[in-house]
Every structure is written in structure tokens, then in C-alpha cells.
């Protein structure tokens, strides 16, 4: 009964926040639900509203897989190096083919350098131990050898394709398109699927190795499902808003507080977290936006000066609570 209230809670709490970004943008504050003012303003702003409602949800689910998969609550694709890795490889491409690549090839692109990046985190991590934190100071490693690789792709892909950098960056749903909608909605679906199908698994892994192999699991095989598909959906989510942080940090480590840890309840719940996570924070930019009288403030950076503020949390409190260092 308390796993449904927390469920019927965070159903409501997207819903309004979904309401709430219908109303307020550059243009000023609308009303969502008056059939009136369904206007291209309102229709511009849907378009960003599912944008953040579908990136959110499949970073929450990705954050989530990574998790459990390295059984390490500290980790997170943003901080293992997934995102900008993939941001790096799609940019890349672009520029390879001057701005007009293939169909699909930036996507795809992203894709590989997603799981390129994951790999040399974990690579690093193992020759480091494998400690929780030694996992995430590799990732810190990776990542800020790749951020400044994407950066510098993203500034050349601005000066020759007149792409909007910053945005890619920081992550932003101010440029949503039907396409970029289509595509994260659908691997936040992709992301609810495959948390049914890997639920048992997981949960089976989190008692240990043997006694999953004797529930009849293969605990390498989960790993690596786990893994490649927080790396896959961490990467189209970079493909259609840019690097938006921190969300599969925030999001799985509160859905467990919530509902606990089992991956059947908390990789749900963690889907959820991480669409309200990416409203709220669209909202709150917009909002800071029209205060300070910006054009605009990317909800990348809200998830990451809060998401930070989080990872320092969960490291103290792993210090205080004697975890391995």
C-alpha cells in the first residue's frame, strides 16, 4: 500500500510539473487548460515539456541500470564518462560529414562513444580496485578527459555548422523538435521494458554471485545488460538534449529511500524521479530566466549544481558510515 501512494504521489508530482512548464516561458505565463490559449506558443512548449518528460525518464532508468550493475550507488553515466563520450563521438560525426550525416549515424555515433567511454571507466576502475570510490574517480578521470574533447568538437561544430554549444553542453530541451520527442520518449519506454525483463536478475545479483548463479542467473550476463543499456539510453538521451547531469545519480538513489531497493519497485520509481527531476528543472530555469532577464538558463545546469551538491552528500555520508575509501 505505501509502494502505491509513492507511486500515485510521483504520477502527480510529473503531472503538475508538466502543467506548470506548460504555462510558464519566454512569452510570459499561460494558462495550460484553457482550450483558448492553445496557441504556437503552447504547442512550442509541449514539444519542450515531453522533450524533458522522456529525457528525464530514460536517465532515470539508465541511472539506475549503471547502479545496480556495478552494484555502487555512486555511480551514474554522467560520471562515468557516458555522456560526454557520446556527446564527443556524435559532434564528431557531424563534423565528419560537414553538418548532413546519414540518417541515424550521429545517433549511432553516440551510441558506440557511450559505451567506449563506460568501458575505459570500468577499465581504470578495476586496476584501481573496484572500491566505490576508486569506480567513481575513475569515471572523474574519463570524464573530464572527454568533456574537454566534446567541448572542443562542440565549439568547432558551432563556428562551422552555427550548432548551438552551449546548449549541447550544458543540456537544454529549449531546441525540442518531433523528432528528438519520438526518439526519448521512446527509449524511456525502451528503459521501462528492459527494467521488466532485467528486474528479477538484478535483485537475484544483489545477493551475491553465487547465489544468484544458483537461482540459475548469470550474474555477467545482467552486468553486461544492465550496463549496456544505461550506456545506450544515456546516449540518445545526449543525442536529443545535450548533456543533462547528474539525474541518474539523483533519481535511483531516492527512488531506494522511497520504495526500497528492489529493482522491480525502484527501477520504476527511479523512471519517474528522473522525469520530475528534468521538469522541475526546465521549470526552474525558465522561471530564473524570465527573473534575470535571460533568453535562457539550459536545465543542465540546474541537474548539475544540485546534482553535485548530492554526490557530495553521498560521499560524506559513505565517510561517516566507515565505507571502503
Same mark, same amino acid.
Given at each position: 500500500?505505501?509502494?502505491?501512494r509513492?507511486?500515485?504521489?510521483?504520477?502527480?508530482l510529473?503531472?503538475?510539473?508538466?502543467?506548470?512548464?506548460?504555462?510558464?516561458?519566454?512569452?510570459?505565463?499561460?494558462?495550460?487548460?484553457d482550450?483558448?490559449?492553445?496557441?504556437?506558443?503552447l504547442?512550442?512548449?509541449?514539444?519542450?515539456?515531453?522533450?524533458?518528460?522522456?529525457?528525464?525518464?530514460?536517465?532515470?532508468?539508465?541511472?539506475?541500470?549503471?547502479?545496480?550493475?556495478?552494484?555502487?550507488p555512486?555511480?551514474?553515466?554522467?560520471i562515468l564518462?557516458?555522456s560526454?563520450?557520446?556527446?564527443?563521438?556524435?559532434?564528431?560525426?557531424? !563534423?565528419?560529414?560537414?553538418?548532413?550525416?546519414?540518417?541515424g549515424?550521429?545517433?549511432?555515433?553516440?551510441? !558506440?562513444g557511450?559505451?567506449?567511454?563506460?568501458?575505459?571507466?570500468?577499465a581504470?576502475a578495476?586496476?584501481?580496485?573496484? @572500491? %566505490?570510490?576508486? =569506480?567513481v574517480?575513475?569515471?572523474?578521470?574519463?570524464?573530464?578527459?572527454?568533456?574537454?574533447?566534446?567541448?572542443?568538437?562542440?565549439?568547432?561544430?558551432?563556428?562551422?555548422l552555427?550548432?548551438?554549444?552551449?546548449?549541447?553542453?550544458?543540456g537544454?530541451?529549449?531546441?525540442?523538435?518531433p523528432? @528528438?520527442?519520438?526518439?526519448?520518449?521512446?527509449?524511456?519506454?525502451?528503459?521501462?521494458?528492459?527494467?521488466l525483463a532485467?528486474a528479477?536478475?538484478?535483485?537475484?545479483?544483489?545477493?551475491?554471485?553465487? @547465489?544468484?548463479?544458483?537461482?540459475?542467473?548469470?550474474?555477467?550476463?545482467? %552486468?553486461?545488460?544492465?550496463?549496456?543499456t544505461?550506456?545506450?539510453?544515456?546516449?540518445?538521451?545526449?543525442?536529443?538534449?545535450?548533456?543533462?547531469?547528474?539525474v541518474g545519480?539523483v533519481a535511483?538513489?531516492?527512488?531506494?529511500?522511497?520504495?526500497?531497493?528492489?529493482?522491480?519497485?525502484?527501477?520504476?520509481?527511479?523512471?519517474? =524521479?528522473?522525469?520530475?527531476? @528534468?521538469?522541475a528543472?526546465?521549470?526552474?530555469?525558465?522561471?530564473?530566466?524570465?527573473?534575470?532577464?535571460?533568453?535562457?538558463?539550459?536545465?543542465?545546469?540546474?541537474?548539475?549544481?544540485?546534482?553535485?551538491?548530492?554526490?557530495?552528500?553521498?560521499?560524506?555520508?559513505?565517510?561517516?558510515?566507515?565505507?571502503?575509501?
Open positions: 500500500m505505501h509502494t502505491r509513492v507511486f500515485a504521489a510521483l504520477v502527480a510529473a503531472a503538475l510539473l508538466f502543467l506548470a512548464g506548460l504555462a510558464v516561458g519566454p512569452a510570459g505565463f499561460r494558462n495550460p487548460l482550450p483558448g490559449s492553445w496557441d504556437l506558443v504547442r512550442l512548449r509541449l514539444l519542450r515539456g515531453l522533450l524533458a518528460l522522456g529525457v528525464g525518464a530514460a536517465l532515470g532508468a539508465a541511472g539506475a541500470f549503471m547502479q545496480y550493475s556495478v552494484s555502487n555512486l555511480a551514474s553515466p554522467s564518462g557516458v560526454p563520450g557520446a556527446l564527443a563521438a556524435s559532434v564528431l560525426v557531424m !563534423l565528419a560529414w560537414r553538418g548532413s550525416p546519414p540518417l549515424a550521429p545517433l549511432l555515433a553516440g551510441m !558506440l557511450g559505451f567506449a567511454a563506460y568501458a575505459a571507466s570500468a581504470l578495476a586496476r584501481l580496485g573496484f @572500491t %566505490r570510490v576508486g =569506480l574517480l575513475a569515471g572523474v578521470a574519463v570524464s573530464s578527459t572527454l568533456s574537454g574533447l566534446s567541448s572542443l568538437l562542440v565549439l568547432l561544430a558551432e563556428a562551422r552555427r550548432l548551438p554549444a552551449s546548449l549541447m553542453l550544458l537544454s530541451f529549449a531546441y525540442a523538435t523528432e @528528438t520527442v519520438y526518439v526519448a520518449l521512446a527509449s524511456s519506454g525502451a528503459g521501462l521494458v528492459a527494467g532485467l528479477r536478475g538484478l535483485d537475484a545479483i544483489s545477493y551475491g554471485d553465487e @547465489t544468484a548463479s544458483a537461482m540459475g542467473y548469470s550474474p555477467g550476463q545482467i %552486468r553486461l545488460a544492465a550496463s549496456l544505461s550506456a545506450a539510453l544515456t546516449s540518445v538521451c545526449v543525442y536529443a538534449a545535450g548533456i543533462v547531469g547528474f545519480l535511483p538513489n531516492t527512488a531506494r529511500l522511497l520504495v526500497g531497493g528492489h529493482p522491480r519497485a525502484s527501477l520504476p520509481a527511479s523512471l519517474l =524521479l528522473g522525469a520530475a527531476t @528534468t521538469l528543472a526546465d521549470l526552474a530555469g525558465r522561471l530564473t530566466a524570465l527573473a534575470l532577464g535571460l533568453g535562457e538558463v539550459p536545465a543542465g545546469l540546474v541537474t548539475s549544481a544540485v546534482g553535485g551538491l548530492f554526490l557530495a552528500y553521498m560521499l560524506l555520508r559513505g565517510a561517516a558510515g566507515g565505507e571502503e575509501q
